[in-house]
């Protein structure tokens, strides 16, 4: 399936609106290009529905959010979802501001998603409201171990049913659950957590992705993001070749974005049914 | 005349103010830098005049515009005006929306630009108010080719006529006219369009280059663009030489910029007058 | 004692809250993170406070500042102060504007500011509104020479004893001060001022280094300071050895600061106490 989507993302380049944090940005940008998408980043309130119209899927992302900005995630949200576009919730630092959980929770009673992409911190600030983030990285008591696993994934098998939407909690392993399936994703390395943005990255590139295999939404999850941890293992393993360092990393890792192949990528997934 | 571009950018620095959009900023100071320029970005209303006039030149880019900073926009076009300095304008993703086309064409009332810069489908928005720009890229039935060269560059000289601005339409093949005289360029590489902030730096360093060569705008213009085009080659090489990807391409093209001097360009460039 | 920051700075991982410019806010998130820092950019005034509240240090950089961030600074520095949280000034640009300035001024009168780090300019314009910065750089009758250095200390320590934050006045000499002692450090390299950011990736890890050292003020910000240079001087050597650029610079810069040890950085500082 994900050959498939990986072919006509090539073929259609598939436009991504974001409205996304100032942080990253550039980084989301040259990620969607890197995948054959195509961004168009605009969060101006008297231009993001006729944006979105023009778009194939709209990824939200509240880092650096500010009053004006949420007004128009709404907005273009809620134009995406009449217009049927794949629309994906980046919920930074949810937790780590009352701002940020109750815009993520705002945002979740506005609009449908179709992806809820974080970290589970920020996940479990989105549904229970009971823990913290700090510095826009999970809490240590928040770790995804194999003693927790299970919990984890009963945890997001229900916020899916809760929101309808695919729910992606990555870290060290990562979970990607709808009401009924789960797989379990152990690609990625450490130094993923050594560069800000691989985050944002991943959920903008859901956009690029989810826009062309909107008819399987886990599967299409699961495979970008196994894509996005392989990628940062190719990069990794480049470091290591040239004892260089984070910023050698970042390049290396959107390099592997922009030349990956599916048979490459085959060979490198670790990505289990559960 | 280049030539002595190139020198006294390296002797006098000049300072472009930039008012531009937040995904590609820093690629635009980098590039600036990179050529020898000095780049402030500042947007505030409270200030702009203020910093326009202690730079040589100013840059509009509307990518990612908002009500606060097209404002600022026209106060800092106005002065600069005043104060003869060259004005650039970017029209970023004109023809995609409302706002952007309308703000470009209050632009282009209020300010005289010496030097707008844009793809054939920005320029036509600008211009006709007749097309749509599709992911800040140019339409598929908006491309130059040989067979619609001869109209563009009718219509980008008419356009010039308009508005006493060289017309830089940007895209595989380059025009750059004013009512009298066009050069047709054609350096560059498909690999530019496959990172974000080509065109924005671009823009950013005609600031530059601007500042300098104000008294022969169209040949500064030019030679810009096919500096650009050419670096676009010299990096798209180096990415060939070591199998790497879009992100080393953006490196190793500001890597170009900040090293080429006169002798290589002149061997380099591909650029006829038409 | 900065190898004990080091150290720590490993095993704590200090969460630093930035309020910050969006030119050079990707590089200054990466920069903390390459020194084991947490960077978390937040700059909205209904969660400043709260932001600043779960982090362990601000750093405020007035660059591409406008009304809203301005009271958001001045909020989340009151609450850093309550806490005894270390808090950055990098005051970008002041004296090219009078928005910029009287910003600056604002902020010294309303936050107790640990470290203040500048160029000779803008340290200038706060305190004797006296000078212009250029291009948010250094004037040429501003620049620290051998024959003005003491009379630069002496105005440094003067600064220092009216605000009580340690004065750092960086350039091709870096001045580093309190009310009693002055250390002067000549790491660095010309090819610093070739790209955007690097003074404002020196602010954002003093944020870093300063939540570990913050009982030794004035030694920590100094070595911190050594430490971008000779990392500078590591990055320049990488790009002479393949003659590269002012992109490649860039990122071998950010590669040494996260991969400097200071065994390394021993040999490497060329600091004195004065």
Redesign the interface.
């Known amino acids: 399936m994900f050959e498939k989507v990986l072919e006509e993302i090539k073929l259609r380049?598939p436009?991504v609106h974001c409205i996304t944090?100032?942080?990253?940005?550039?980084?989301c940008?040259?990620a969607i290009?890197?995948v054959n998408g195509?961004?168009?980043?605009?969060?101006?309130i008297?231009?993001v529905e006729?944006?979105t119209t023009?778009?194939n899927a709209l990824v939200i992302n509240i880092?650096?959010?500010?009053?004006?900005t949420v007004a128009s995630m709404i907005k273009a949200g809620k134009m995406a979802n009449h217009l049927n576009h794949p629309v994906v919730l980046d919920p930074v630092?949810a937790g780590?501001?009352?701002?940020?959980t109750n815009t993520a929770k705002k945002l979740l009673e506005e609009i449908n998603f179709s992806v809820i992409r974080g970290n589970i911190s920020e996940i479990k600030a989105l549904a229970m409201n009971m823990t913290?983030t700090?510095?826009?990285?999970a809490n240590i008591n928040d770790i995804v171990t194999a003693e927790n696993l299970n919990e984890v994934i009963s945890f997001a098998k229900k916020f899916s049913q809760e929101t309808g939407a695919v729910i992606a909690i990555t870290g060290a392993t990562d979970i990607v659950a709808n009401q009924e399936k789960t797989y379990v994703i152990t690609n990625g390395c450490a130094m993923m957590s050594?560069?800000?943005?691989t985050g944002c990255m991943l959920s903008a590139i859901l956009g690029a992705t989810t826009a062309i295999g909107q008819n399987d939404l886990l599967e299409t999850t699961a495979y970008t993001i196994a894509m996005m941890g392989y990628c940062g293992e190719l990069a990794d393993q480049r470091v290591r070749n040239d004892?260089?360092?984070?910023?050698?990393f970042?390049?290396?890792?959107?390099?592997?974005?922009?030349?990956i192949n599916y048979y490459q990528l085959k060979a490198g997934v670790k990505i289990e049914l559960h």
């Open positions: 380049n436009i944090n100032y942080v990253t940005v550039n980084d940008a040259n290009l890197a195509s961004p168009i980043m605009a969060d101006d008297h231009e006729e944006i023009i778009c880092g650096t959010l500010n009053e004006r630092g780590a501001s009352k701002l940020r913290s700090q510095g826009v990285d050594r560069i800000t943005g004892n260089s360092g984070t910023s050698s970042r390049m290396h890792l959107i390099d592997a974005l922009s030349t």
